[in-house]
């Protein structure tokens, strides 16, 4: 789960592409998956994912890191991918190219643009409870992560999940995850009632300033 | 496993648009119930059960290309109108990240969503019935996980159809007599409009995801059915309105 190191990717660099507007990367972003779903030539696609590697080196963001980030999607389209090679490895290879054209756009707009960010030009488009709940997940995000590490901690020093004893780990595992899902409910508890303190009328007012890039003085 | 990780690009046009569709109806049916309660601490409760969600689903097993959902447990905390929400904001989220497609989130929505419900209405059934919380979480996530794994198999399946095929629409024989001044034609006329075709081997896919998912499904039962007892132990009061 990377979502806190994009954020800090975002929210700490300084490139063009992170001083574009928002709106503008949003617009891009999705017309570029426009083109890659279109796109049915292995080599365009190749030529897609190399300028979006090239955007990645310009926006001095981590290759390694984006590339490896953007590998997790194809672990899940590998099924798929293989059921469908009776049309040929050109297409298995149009699959997976797809995945991580979709993938690399997605991460570079996330680590370019912070996400209340993202989610206030959404704002434009879905409804205000929907990107009230939106802010509320990435919050929550942010607070159970924390939380998560040391649970995850805690598993390990259990023994971690051991295939000698299947049982035993699965249960470790479940304790863990009620664990999580306790302090979810108590903190969001907390969080309504600090809320509510701050005077929440059941929507998060966000301005647009914050998202416009200041350069530095 | 349940729900579809797929690019986008790959089902037809029609079908994830009739998931967006169906998911925005959703959404609009229950937008009163949601405007009503926005100022409960429903919404904060969402926020945290979405985000378990997220970081459970980001967890892969890899060796059987599995990730827990927690969906049935997050539906049985939220109850099933709250539980449409969640399950759009997550597979929206996730798509953010490649996690399935941006254009198939609305019919990932209504899978999860079908999880999330029935697993509510399931949970509570097999409780008042078996008395036994673990037995209760462990049939009902076994047996939605089941039913939304054959939801999911029949959207890729349906993604097989060709529609304009169907109804004939577009087609040689037609353009042929057909000798006015406009004349509509496909650009792939006598090839499928849609992405998937006969060449895609489902009844492979079908094994693969029920084979891996079967084993998923095990582990999620047994997982969801610890929690919830887990959970009932130290905090009964969750259950109150199940």
Redesign the interface.
Same mark, same amino acid.
């Given at each position: 789960?990377d979502?806190a190191y994009l954020d800090y990717l975002a929210t700490g660099g300084n490139s063009f592409f992170h001083r574009t507007s928002p709106g503008l990367k949003l617009i891009f972003s999705?017309l570029l998956?426009g083109i890659?779903?279109?796109v049915k030539e292995v080599l365009f696609l190749v030529i897609i994912l190399l300028f979006l590697y090239l955007i990645i080196l310009l926006s001095k963001l981590p290759f390694h890191r984006i590339f490896l980030?953007?590998l997790?999607?194809l672990?899940?389209?590998?099924?798929?991918a293989? @059921?469908?090679?009776?049309?040929?490895w050109e297409?298995f290879f149009i699959?997976l190219l797809?995945?991580l054209g979709? @993938? #690399?756009t997605?991460?570079i707009?996330?680590s370019t643009t912070p996400f209340p960010c993202i989610f206030a030009s959404l704002g434009k488009i879905f409804?205000e409870?929907?990107i009230?709940?939106?802010?509320? #997940?990435?919050?929550?995000?942010f607070?159970?992560?924390s939380v998560?590490d040391d649970i995850r901690s805690g598993f390990k020093l259990r023994g971690g999940f051991q295939l000698k004893h299947p049982k035993r780990s699965?249960?470790n595992? @479940?304790?863990a995850?009620?664990?999580?899902?306790?302090k979810?409910?108590d903190?969001?508890?907390r969080?309504?009632e600090n809320?509510r303190i701050r005077g929440?009328?059941?929507?998060i007012v966000h301005h647009r300033r914050f998202c416009t890039w200041i350069k530095k003085q | 496993m349940s729900h579809i990780?797929?690019?986008?690009?790959?089902l037809p046009a029609w079908l994830w648009l009739a998931g967006w569709v169906f998911i925005v109806i959703l959404?609009l049916v229950f937008?009163e119930y949601?405007?009503k309660d926005?100022?409960s601490?429903k919404?904060?409760?969402?926020?945290?059960?979405?985000?378990?969600m997220?970081?459970?689903m980001?967890?892969?097993i890899?060796p059987i290309?599995y990730h827990?959902n927690?969906s049935i447990?997050s539906g049985i905390?939220l109850g099933p109108a709250w539980f449409i929400?969640?399950s759009?904001?997550?597979n929206?989220?996730l @798509?953010?990240?490649?996690?399935?497609?941006? #254009?198939v989130v609305g019919l990932n929505s209504l899978i999860i969503t079908t999880e999330g419900v029935l697993g509510y209405f399931l949970f509570r059934s097999l409780w008042l019935i078996t008395k036994r919380i673990f037995l209760a979480g462990f049939l009902s996530a076994i047996l939605t996980l089941f039913l939304s794994t054959f939801i999911a198999l029949t959207i890729v399946a349906l993604g097989t159809m060709d529609i304009s095929s169907a109804f004939n629409i577009g087609h040689k024989e037609h353009l042929d007599t057909d000798k006015g001044l406009l004349k509509f034609e496909t650009g792939e006329s006598g090839e499928h409009s849609g992405e998937l075709?006969t060449?895609?081997?489902?009844r492979?896919?079908a094994v693969?995801?029920l084979g891996?998912g079967s084993i998923g499904w095990i582990?999620e039962g047994?997982?969801s059915?610890?929690?919830l007892s887990?959970?009932h132990k130290?905090?009964p009061r969750?259950f109150e309105g199940v």
């Open positions: 789960m979502l999705l998956i890659i779903i279109l980030l953007s997790f999607p672990i899940f389209t590998l099924i798929f293989y @059921a469908s090679l009776g049309r040929g297409w699959i797809r995945v979709t @993938a #690399t997605m991460i707009l996330f409804p409870f929907i009230t709940v939106l802010f509320m #997940t990435y919050r929550s995000v607070i159970l992560f998560f699965l249960f595992l @479940a304790r995850f009620g664990y999580l899902l306790l979810g409910i903190d969001s508890q969080f309504y809320l929440f009328q059941g929507k | 990780h797929l690019p986008d690009g790959i959404l937008r949601f405007k926005k100022m601490s919404i904060p409760l969402l926020g945290m059960l979405a985000s378990i997220i970081i459970s980001s967890l892969e890899v290309l827990i927690l447990v905390i929400l969640c759009f904001v997550v929206l989220i @798509a953010f990240f490649g996690h399935g497609g941006i #254009t075709s060449e895609f081997d489902f492979k896919f693969l995801i891996f582990l047994l997982i059915g610890w929690i887990y959970l130290v905090r969750i």
